[in-house]
T-cell receptor, first 113, second 115 residues
C-alpha cells in the first residue's frame, strides 16, 4: 500500500546531541511537510518542500533543518536538541492541484534527556 | 486572529449515538477547503473528510458527514453511530486560496466514547 513511513517511531536523544528523523513516501506526492506537535496541541508546521523548493515557517527555530534528497525522502535534523524540543514530529505529504489532502505518517516521538 | 476555532475541548458520547464537533473558520478568500482529521492516542493523523468552498452538497464519508454552513462559516463534523474506536482527538483544518496547500489547524476536540 502507498503510504508515508517515519523512522524511528521513538527516538531518545541527549540534550545537545544532534538527531535526525526520517520520512519516506510511496505516494509520489510533490509536497512534503514536517510538523511538531506537543501534547494536546495542534500540529505546528515547521517547514515544507514544494518539489525541491524549501519553505521555512517564520517562527521555526534555526535549530531545525531539513533535507529532501529526492521525491521520496525527507529528513528533519535537530542540531542541538533542547528539553523543549521533546514532542511528536509528524511528516505529511500532499499533491498540489487537487483537494490538497495531506497524508500523515505515524510520527516519531522524540524524548530529550 | 484564529483561522480555525474549535470551542469544545472535550466531549463524551454514548456508544451508538451521534456526536457533532463544532468548527468555525475565518477567511476572506472565496476559494478554500476544509478538512477533518482524527488522531488516536497512537499519534497518527487520519484524514476523515473534505469540503471545498464551492461544493454544493455537504460531504459524507461513511459514518462521517460535514455540516457545511457557508454563510455562518461553520463546518461541523457529525459522527453517526459512535463506536469505541472513535475515541480520539479530532482536528478541523483549512487551506485558503486557489493554490495554497498549507493547512491551518484548530486546537482540537477530544472525543471519548462510553460503552
Amino acid at each position: 500500500d502507498a503510504m508515508v513511513i517515519q523512522n524511528p517511531r521513538y527516538q531518545v536523544t541527549q540534550f545537545g546531541k544532534p538527531v535526525t528523523l526520517s520520512c519516506s513516501q510511496t505516494l509520489n506526492h510533490n509536497v512534503m511537510y514536517w510538523y511538531q506537535q506537543k501534547s494536546s496541541q495542534a500540529p505546528k508546521l515547521l517547514f515544507h518542500y514544494y518539489d525541491k523548493d524549501f519553505n521555512n515557517e517564520a517562527d521555526t527555530p534555526d535549530n531545525f533543518q531539513s533535507r529532501r534528497p529526492n521525491t521520496s525522502f525527507c529528513f528533519l535534523d535537530i542540531r542541538s536538541p533542547g528539553l523543549g524540543d521533546a514532542a511528536m514530529y509528524l511528516c505529511a505529504t500532499s499533491r498540489t492541484g487537487q483537494s490538497y489532502e495531506q497524508y500523515f505518517g505515524p510520527g516519531t516521538r522524540l524524548t530529550v534527556t | 486572529a484564529q483561522k480555525i476555532t474549535q470551542t469544545q475541548p472535550g466531549m463524551f458520547v454514548q456508544e451508538k449515538e451521534a456526536v457533532t464537533l463544532d468548527c468555525t473558520y475565518d477567511t476572506s478568500d472565496p476559494s478554500y477547503g476544509l478538512f477533518w482529521y482524527k488522531q488516536p492516542s497512537s499519534g497518527e493523523m487520519i484524514f476523515l473528510i473534505y469540503q471545498g468552498s464551492y461544493d454544493q452538497q455537504n460531504a459524507t464519508e461513511g459514518r462521517y458527514s460535514l455540516n457545511f454552513q457557508k454563510a455562518r462559516k461553520s463546518a461541523n463534523l457529525v459522527i453517526s453511530a459512535s463506536q469505541l474506536g472513535d475515541s480520539a482527538m479530532y482536528f478541523c483544518a483549512m487551506r485558503e486560496g486557489q493554490d495554497d496547500y498549507k493547512l491551518s489547524f484548530g486546537a482540537g476536540t477530544t472525543v471519548t466514547v462510553r460503552a
